[in-house]
């Protein structure tokens, strides 16, 4: 969901602040839902949006009571149709049933339910919070399914209103998104599905997945893992300076794209948050009026530097979780205002028809910090404006021709949710220099919106006057400068806070060439298409990444792109040959075979019975001997090293959710057969082949003198080059 404003806003510890606030959580009191105990009133919160009549007074008292409650329990289910569909019928059969009669509160509550408004049933909503979830003993085998298939991807534990932007986005299979404000992640996952969801082998789409804050940048990576996507790019920019990509030079005149503008664009930007208090309790403590009106310039930059990077014909979502106007209309009549004939507001009414929604508001006030309204600028006082309280964040004097009531407003006491706010629009027409650096032209590109200048040479370039860097004590402007990269970059993006840069190996690489021929790989494998993060001619892990994402990767200033992930880890190097001296040191990951192992032939690729899987999560290092004879006879003509088991659930036995084939990577040593999957894979396995957790056996026997090939070090190096 948009995302609680923190740039410019947080403060640093002093000496002996981490101490102090360990010792204050050690004696914060918990409610029975294990929050925090922190009062659940705020007068001028109550005060600011009572005076907004965004609803009845009598109905603002309920909004408050319901704020004060805990969220509901929601997921969706993820992936192809055919695949959500079996998982979700799976689970009605094994795990509803338990379900009943399941007493919280003193009262019962009934099974998950479907949201009613999501697509095909895929959204499910249960009336317990996630505390309850995990502390109930009744419910812990729902819990255990949901959390092993969330671990494989085929589940999403996502809050109701955060599901709603990317739907309205309309992402189709093949298309460029952006995310601008991506962490942590769930929305992403969403756009990843929508751009995959014609099960190609190779997928042909893009997904740029931006945040400004590095740490939740790399919340974003590990989120986004589960889906093992190649077409996944994760960067690490404020969003209203994300920089323009060039695929050619200025005097390149060839056919094809000039410049990376994107399908779709998703901009759930950071915002005050006080539509999330019934999960974010702080929010009731540290509310304050000025929070929202400092953000408005910096989401009104993000959403014009969207319409900047969106095609023409392309759509936009605006979104937040806020009910705050000055961060939600106020930004929306900014951006149709800056952009005029270029930006279309849409009317979504006949979208998502079971979605309970308010229109947008086309009158509010704004407070400054002495707590006083106003409805127009003129009225503030000299002190608090330009740095308390902005033009920005007042209606406009045209407001009532934009259209506001096309906007989406959802409230907690419609359908059980946090507050949103949602804003859909097409670009109709060209808008600022990146349509133009795109090949196009036309008479109505808004011309305040760019100016020329010269630079030291005489050569002209554009500047882009609408990108505002909000700061504190000042309300200046800070203009962003874009020019064309004039040097040739060797490597593909960013040198910077520790990343090494991307670079492809040739396809005749040696270790390329001997990993085609070890694993017989086809040669319809796109191997141009490996990358690394090393300039080192030892190679620790090759990642594939799309062709879409080489593209970029090649772009002519990629290197201004702070690149924090991309790629799917295919092989991993290792030293450890499980005791034989001529094992093949390439591994296949678990995470490269979703795309990798449609690719393989039979040559390393083994069926795997029913009984051999539950040894192999059972035991470490389980010793050949232990195996089926079927399975003992095919390793035994394997050459040392890893390969793939493929296993495909049949009724016999099988209790877990698992319902389709999947191809796990193990390791031949010496005497032994090992998975090379890392414990918390291996665990979410046991739940989804067998309904249980159960413990594993760790070493190998005593009996046996070779040195056993380590199953977990796959988790080695994970970021590593």
């Not at 479907?114 to 819990?143: C, D, M, V």
């Not at 009414?349 to 309970?356: C, E, G, N, P, T």
Request: glycine share 6%; aromatic share 8%.
């Amino acid at each position: 969901m948009g995302k609680r404003g923190s740039g410019g806003f947080r403060r640093g510890r002093g000496r002996g602040g981490r101490d102090r606030s360990r010792r204050e959580r050690d004696t914060q009191q918990h409610d029975e839902n294990g929050y925090v105990s922190i009062p659940t009133e705020n007068d001028k919160f109550d005060a600011y949006y009572r005076a907004q009549d965004l609803m009845s007074p009598d109905e603002w008292t309920q909004t408050l009571e319901i704020l004060k409650t805990g969220l509901p329990t929601n997921f969706r289910f993820t992936g192809s149709k055919s695949n959500a569909a079996k998982i979700l019928e799976l689970m009605k059969k094994n795990y509803f049933p338990s379900l009943n009669g399941i007493v919280l509160d003193g009262e019962q509550v009934p099974p998950p339910s479907p949201l009613p408004w999501y697509p095909n049933n895929f959204g499910w909503q249960y009336k317990a919070t996630r505390s309850q979830i995990r502390n109930h003993e009744g419910i812990s085998k729902f819990h255990e399914f949901l959390m092993a298939e969330t671990d494989a991807g085929n589940v999403s534990r996502q809050e109701a209103v955060s599901m709603i932007p990317p739907l309205f986005l309309d992402v189709k299979p093949g298309h460029y998104v952006l995310d601008m404000c991506a962490a942590p992640g769930s929305k992403t996952a969403q756009l990843i599905e929508a751009v995959n969801s014609n099960d190609e082998l190779l997928p042909s789409g893009l997904v740029v997945a931006n945040d400004a804050d590095y740490k939740r940048a790399y919340m974003l990576v590990k989120q986004s893992k589960r889906l093992q996507s190649p077409n996944l790019v994760v960067t690490n920019h404020e969003a209203q300076f994300l920089p323009y990509i060039h695929f050619k030079s200025r005097d390149d005149l060839s056919e094809g794209e000039r410049v990376l503008q994107f399908d779709r664009v998703l901009c759930d930007v950071p915002c005050s948050g006080d539509g999330t208090l019934r999960k974010n309790r702080a929010i009731w403590k540290t509310w304050h009026q000025t929070t929202g009106n400092a953000l408005t310039k910096v989401q009104l930059a993000i959403l014009l530097r969207a319409v900047d990077f969106s095609k023409v014909g392309g759509r936009i979502v605006y979104s937040t979780c806020t009910f705050n106007p000055v961060e939600n209309e106020a930004v929306v009549a900014g951006a149709l205002n800056a952009c005029g004939a270029s930006l279309k507001l849409l009317d979504v009414s006949a979208d998502l028809k079971l979605l309970k929604r308010r229109p947008g508001v086309s009158k509010w006030k704004v407070m400054d910090p002495d707590g006083a309204f106003h409805e127009k600028y003129e009225t503030v006082p000299e002190a608090f404006r330009g740095r308390k309280v902005f033009e920005e964040s007042f209606a406009p004097s045209n407001v009532d021709e934009l259209g506001l009531e096309k906007c989406l407003r959802i409230l907690p006491g419609d359908q059980d949710t946090g507050a949103f706010f949602v804003a859909v629009f097409e670009k109709v027409a060209p808008y600022g220099g990146l349509d133009n650096k795109a090949g196009h032209t036309s008479a109505d590109i808004v011309a305040s919106a760019k100016r020329k200048v010269d630079d030291d040479a005489q050569e002209e370039r554009f500047v882009t006057v609408h990108l505002i860097q909000l700061t504190r004590s000042s309300d200046s402007k800070r203009i962003f400068v874009e020019e064309e990269d004039s040097h040739d970059k060797s490597k593909a993006a960013w040198m910077g806070k520790g990343e090494e840069p991307f670079i492809f190996v040739p396809s005749d690489h040696k270790d390329i060439q001997d990993i085609v021929k070890f694993y017989d790989i086809n040669t319809s494998f796109p191997t141009d298409q490996i990358v690394v993060r090393s300039e080192n001619e030892s190679f620790k892990a090759l990642y594939f990444v799309s062709a879409s994402v080489k593209r970029l990767l090649n772009a002519k200033n990629s290197s201004k792109l702070k690149i924090v992930n991309t790629g799917v880890r295919t092989f991993t190097r290792t030293s450890q040959t499980g005791g034989q001296k001529d094992a093949f040191l390439y591994r296949v990951t678990s995470e490269g075979l979703a795309t990798l192992a449609s690719f393989l032939s039979s040559k390393r690729k083994v069926e795997v019975s029913h009984e051999d899987v539950k040894i192999l999560l059972e035991k470490e290092y389980p010793l050949v001997t232990e195996m089926s004879d079927q399975l003992q006879n095919a390793v035994a003509t394997l050459a040392p090293g890893s390969f793939v088991l493929r296993y495909t659930p049949h009724e016999d036995g099988h209790t877990g959710s698992l319902h389709e084939t999947i191809f796990l990577p193990a390791m031949r040593a010496a005497v032994s057969v090992s998975l090379l999957v890392p414990k918390e894979e291996r665990k979410s396995l046991q739940s989804r082949i067998f309904g249980a957790h159960f413990a594993t056996e760790t070493g190998l026997k005593k009996d046996s003198n070779k040195a056993p090939i380590a199953a977990d070090d796959e988790e080695e190096n994970e970021d590593d080059s």
